[in-house]
């Protein structure tokens, strides 16, 4: 049979959200190969395409129609000024599942505490256009310019302030800078191109990827439970333990026991497992999830 023609061309992005995203999708059942200098991935599925761009590109080039769609931050969808669907929130970084902010710093001893003591001075920031439109919505001027990187060491020795992305603030802290206001809160964002979701072949695909990435995305802070448990106590375990829906539970052998099995999130496992020992359950057993879907 001949080889299938891909529906899809999509836009990845490269550099700080590389190697989160190759393994997001690898979790949605999609494997991304490439070489490290290279631009034009393998995908393990015929249906689909794909180029590795800048995030602050993505949106551009689905816009424009090359990508039919692509994953980018709602941030360089607003520098851009992109006329794009914005199919589903994926908030996911490279260190994280937080959502980050572009943040206005200064230096922590300086005399600056709110955006307007900065008039007549300069800031550097990557967010060139969404600053520029930040400051003139407050008719404070000041000199906005581009900073090619390494934003944090320019406070006070070349600049005024900066605005800057953070995820937790441990970066600005350390760099002895102090936040006057938050300009944007992002996260990384599933696009697509306004024809190519008009075509229904098309935005089925999308939509299949929406739906498979956003559940790995979810199974990232689940586990799954089963263990054995005495009848008795049903109604004293299903109130202990936290899960999506009701469990299922199943009956053994014997009578007098029968078999659950659920899914909850991690970070309370080590809480409710010293409670389900002592409501008498036996056999626990707890395992990882690649995909949550409702």
């Not at 969404?130 to 934003?151: C, H, L, M, Q």
């Not at 060491?153 to 970066?171: C, F, H, M, N, R």
């Not at 990384?188 to 979701?197: D, G, H």
Request: include cysteine; glycine fraction near 6%.
């Amino acid at each position: 049979m001949p080889d299938k023609k891909p529906i899809l061309m999509l836009g990845l992005p490269k550099g700080s959200l590389e190697e989160s995203t190759r393994s997001l999708f690898a979790k949605a059942g999609w494997k991304i190969t490439s070489n490290s200098r290279s631009y034009r991935p393998t995908i393990n599925d015929p249906e689909l395409d794909g180029r590795f761009v800048r995030a602050q590109e993505v949106s551009r080039y689905v816009e424009h129609g090359f990508f039919d769609c692509g994953l980018t931050g709602l941030d360089w969808i607003r520098e851009n000024g992109s006329d794009v669907v914005e199919v589903c929130d994926l908030v996911y970084s490279r260190a994280s599942t937080l959502k980050s902010r572009w943040v206005l710093c200064v230096a922590e001893d300086s005399p600056v505490r709110k955006p307007e003591d900065l008039a007549g001075k300069r800031v550097a920031t990557e967010l060139l256009q969404t600053v520029k439109r930040y400051f003139a919505s407050r008719n404070i001027p000041v000199d906005v310019e581009f900073s090619w990187g390494a934003t944090e060491v320019k406070v006070p020795d070349l600049v005024d302030a900066i605005v800057d992305i953070t995820e937790t603030g441990s970066s600005l802290r350390a760099n002895k800078l102090r936040i006057v206001d938050t300009l944007l809160e992002t996260n990384t964002k599933l696009i697509a191109n306004k024809r190519s979701w008009a075509d229904p072949v098309k935005r089925k695909k999308i939509e299949t990827i929406a739906l498979l990435v956003q559940g790995a995305l979810e199974a990232e802070s689940k586990v799954g439970l089963k263990m054995n448990a005495p009848r008795k106590a049903i109604s004293a375990i299903i109130a202990a333990v936290p899960s999506l829906r009701d469990p299922t539970i199943s009956p053994l052998n014997n009578p007098d026991w029968v078999a659950l099995e659920t899914i909850i999130d991690e970070s309370v496992v080590r809480e409710i497992l010293p409670q389900l020992k002592a409501l008498g359950a036996e056999g626990i057993v707890e395992y990882p999830l690649n995909k949550v879907v409702y």
